[in-house]
C-alpha cells in the first residue's frame, strides 16, 4: 500500500519484445505498476522455446531477478511466486521456465504456483505449440510447486454456451482466468473463518510431488443480464463448480477421479453449509473420488466477496484427467 491508499501490486511484467509490455505503459493501467518493474527485450523469442530458455531469454533473466529480488525483500512474509504464462509461445515457455528455475534455486523454501495456459488443437496460433509445451511440462513438474492449467478452448467455450457472448475478445477470457487468480489468493489478502494460505493448499491438493497439475472453475458463471434476477445459495455455487461446463481447462473431470479438491467461498456464507454441501458431493459421486485419500476435499471460507457479487466459490480439482490436456500435445 503507497501513500494516499494506492495499492501497488507486487508483481514484475517481463516480455521479450517491447510491444505488449508499451501497450501496458499507455494504457489505462499504467499508473497502477512501479514503472521499474517493466522489463523488455527486443528481438522476442519468435516462439521458440530455445530462444526464451537459453539465447534471448538468458540475457534478460539476470535483470528480472534484481527487480525479483528487490520485490522479495520488500515484502513482510513472503509466501511464494506466482507466475502467470502461456506455455505455447517462446516467451512464457522458455524464459518462463527458465526465471521459475531460478528463482526456484535462490528461495528454495518458497511456494512456486504458476498460472500455465496449455495450448488446445482447437484454438492453436503456431505450429510450434506442442514443443514449447513439452519442453516446458517438463521443468513444471520439477520446479513448481502448484500449476493450474487452463486452456483457451475451454474459456472460449465458457463465454459462448455459459455468458452468451457470441463474440469473446481476450478481455474476456483474461476477465475469467482473473477472477479464478483472485480467488486462488483471497485467503492471503483478506480475513475469513477458514483461511487456507498456498502451503496450506499445497499440502491438501498434492498427495505425490509429481501430481501438482490442477484443474480450475469458478461459481457463479452466468449471463450478467439475468445476474440481477438470480438469488444464489451455497448449494447453487457447489452444484455449478463441480459442473464439467465450468472447467478452465478443456478435459472432462467425468472421465477421471478426484485426487483432491480444494473450494475456496467468498461471502456471508456460513462454514455449516459449506461442509455438509461438500459432505453431500462426496455421498453422491463416491465413484469420482478416490478411496485410498479420505476427506479429499478442502475448504476455505472467506468473508468478503468479489465486486458485484454476494458470494461465489473458487474451485481447484487435482483429477486425473488432466491427462487429457497432455495427451493432447
Known amino acids: 500500500e503507497a501513500a494516499n491508499n494506492r495499492y501497488v501490486p507486487r508483481a514484475v511484467l517481463v516480455d521479450l519484445e517491447p510491444g505488449t509490455i508499451d501497450t501496458i505503459r499507455t494504457g489505462k493501467f499504467r499508473d497502477l505498476f512501479r514503472p521499474d ?14 530462444k526464451g530458455h537459453y539465447t534471448e531469454g538468458a540475457e534478460l533473466v539476470d535483470s528480472v531477478l534484481d527487480v525479483v529480488r ?7 512474509s513472503l509466501q511464494g511466486f506466482q507466475f502467470t504464462h502461456s506455455l505455447g509461445g517462446g516467451t512464457g515457455s522458455g524464459m518462463g521456465t527458465l526465471l521459475l528455475a531460478k528463482i526456484r534455486e535462490e528461495y528454495p523454501d518458497r511456494m512456486m504456483s504458476t498460472f500455465s495456459v496449455v495450448p488446445s488443437p482447437k484454438v492453436s496460433d503456431t505450429v510450434v505449440e506442442p514443443y514449447n509445451a513439452t519442453l516446458s511440462v517438463h ?43 483472485s480467488g486462488v489468493t483471497t485467503s492471503l489478502r483478506f480475513p475469513g473463518q477458514l483461511n487456507a494460505d498456498l502451503r496450506k493448499m499445497a499440502v491438501n491438493l498434492v ?29 447453487d455455487l457447489t452444484q455449478q463448480m463441480f459442473d464439467a461446463k465450468n472447467m478452465m481447462a478443456a478435459s472432462d473431470p467425468r ?8 473450494a475456496i467461498f467468498r461471502g456471508k456464507i456460513s462454514t455449516n453449509d459449506v461442509e455438509e454441501q461438500m459432505v453431500n458431493v462426496q455421498a453422491k459421486n463416491t465413484n469420482y473420488f478416490v478411496e485410498w485419500i479420505p476427506n479429499n476435499v478442502k475448504t476455505a471460507v472467506c468473508d468478503i466477496p468479489p465486486m458485484g457479487l454476494e458470494m461465489s466459490a473458487t474451485f481447484i480439482g487435482n483429477n ?8 493432447r500435445v
Not at 520439477?142 to 455459459?162: G, P
Not at 472421465?255 to 480444494?262: D, E, P
Request: with cysteine; net charge negative.
Open 139 to 181: 521443468q513444471l513438474v520439477e520446479n513448481s510447486d502448484m500449476a493450474f492449467c487452463i486452456d483457451n478452448e475451454a474459456l472460449y467455450d465458457i463465454c459462448f454456451n455459459t455468458l452468451k457472448n457470441t463474440n469473446p475478445a481476450y478481455d474476456d477470457l483474461n476477465a475469467l482466468v482473473s477472477m479464478v487468480m
Open 320 to 327: 486425473t484427467c488432466i491427462q487429457e490436456l497432455f495427451r
Open 255 to 262: 472421465h477421471g477421479r478426484y485426487l483432491a479438491v480444494a
Open 37 to 50: 518493474n517493466f522489463i523488455s527485450g527486443n528481438n522476442g523469442a519468435g516462439n521458440v522455446w530455445a
Open 70 to 76: 528487490k520485490e522479495a525483500e520488500n515484502s513482510d
Open 207 to 235: 498427495p505425490f510431488p509429481r501430481l501438482h497439475f490442477f484443474m480450475v472453475g469458478f461459481a457463479p458463471l452466468g449471463n450478467p443480464k439475468s445476474a440481477a434476477f438470480r438469488n444464489v445459495t451455497v448449494a
